[in-house]
């Protein structure tokens, strides 16, 4: 692909973000339909929308190389962003989260804390948590933007990233919960079909099918680097040995941290209020699991 058309394309997609905004801010009249989507958000819009808000470019390109150190075993964490992450989330917690909110009126999860343990102190704390928080984690994410337009384009980083943050600004603050939520959606189906795209060309570049892949990956096991099997690596498609430094980092820091973490997210908590009704929120279960296990679950299998 040229230069050229990547850069079309990333045009066009800056423009249907923009356009997307602007249709959330049409379509935004109160306080309410500001900050959780009048909580009358389509199901299919939801689920997507949490999934994309869930797999960050963390999941999609840092992982892949995780994946190529630790090899089959992280394929576990994406068992729980499955489980955990969304049927355990959505079920568990959802319904919970949805129904308090609409019990107290409330449309911010610092909101939701403070009416329920009616505690200004509470809700004030966790406001200032995610107040100092949250710009940080934005921040990684808005230079990873910047670096790739600044590549794309070949412009200086400070012009990418400065376009790159007004883009977003304008259709989160002009759009609200709505207009963050359509392009999340729009986000959502381009990993998709990118992930499956990603799959057949690998697996079509290696001329195997998934059996033949992974015994072919299986076999390399005893080209294992020293360092690595001092550590616990016994190759890329089996656990590290039970009890090492590898399978402790793998097991702890990786599976069950990212895996279980996904649960205190608030970004990912307020959009459980953002539909009409408990069988809605259900509805999401299943999109929200196929996606995972196509996005997660090919880069996690790629980079390994």
């Known amino acids: 692909m040229s230069t050229f058309t990547l850069g079309l394309i990333v045009v066009v997609y ?50 892949g190389g995780v994946a190529a150190a630790f090899g089959m075993g ?29 019990k107290y009126n409330v449309s911010t999860f ?4 403070g009416r329920h343990y009616r505690s200004r102190s509470i809700q004030v704390f966790v406001a200032a948590v995610i107040f100092i928080g949250m710009p ?14 600044e590549q794309i384009f070949q412009i200086d980083f400070n012009i990418s990233l400065l376009v790159f943050t007004l883009i977003i600004a304008g259709y989160v603050i002009a759009g609200g919960m709505k207009g963050v939520m359509y392009t999340d959606a729009l986000q959502t189906l381009i990993m998709f079909g990118c992930m499956f795209f990603l799959l057949f060309r690998l697996h079509s570049a ?3 099918n998934f059996v033949e892949a992974n015994q072919a990956l299986t076999d390399l096991a005893p080209l294992v680097p020293e360092k690595f099997k001092a550590l616990g690596h016994q190759g890329w498609t089996a656990m590290p040995v039970t009890g090492s430094p590898q399978w402790y980092t793998l ?20 959009r459980f209020m953002t539909v009409k009704s408990g069988k809605q929120l259900n509805r999401g ?16 299998h790629t980079g390994r």
């Open 74 to 102: 992280i394929q576990w964490l994406c068992f729980l962003n499955m489980f955990v992450g969304v049927v355990i989330a959505f079920i568990f917690f959802g319904l919970r989260t949805r129904r308090m909110g609409e």
């Open 206 to 208: 290696l001329g195997m």
């Open 285 to 300: 279960v299943f999109i929200g699991c196929f996606f995972l296990i196509i996005t997660v679950g090919t880069i996690y």
């Open 110 to 113: 610092p909101q939701l804390l």
């Open 136 to 149: 940080l984690y934005a921040a990684v994410v808005m230079k990873g933007g910047a670096v790739f337009i």
């Open 251 to 270: 097991v702890t820091s990786l599976i069950l941290g990212v895996g279980v973490g996904c649960l205190a997210q608030p970004q990912l908590v307020v």
């Open 14 to 63: 800056l423009l249907s973000l923009v356009y997307l905004g602007f249709l959330g801010y049409k379509r935004t009249s109160t306080a309410s339909d500001y900050l959780v989507g009048g909580r009358q958000m389509n199901p299919f819009v939801m689920a997507l929308s949490y999934g994309a808000t869930f797999i960050s470019a963390s999941a999609i390109v840092g992982f």
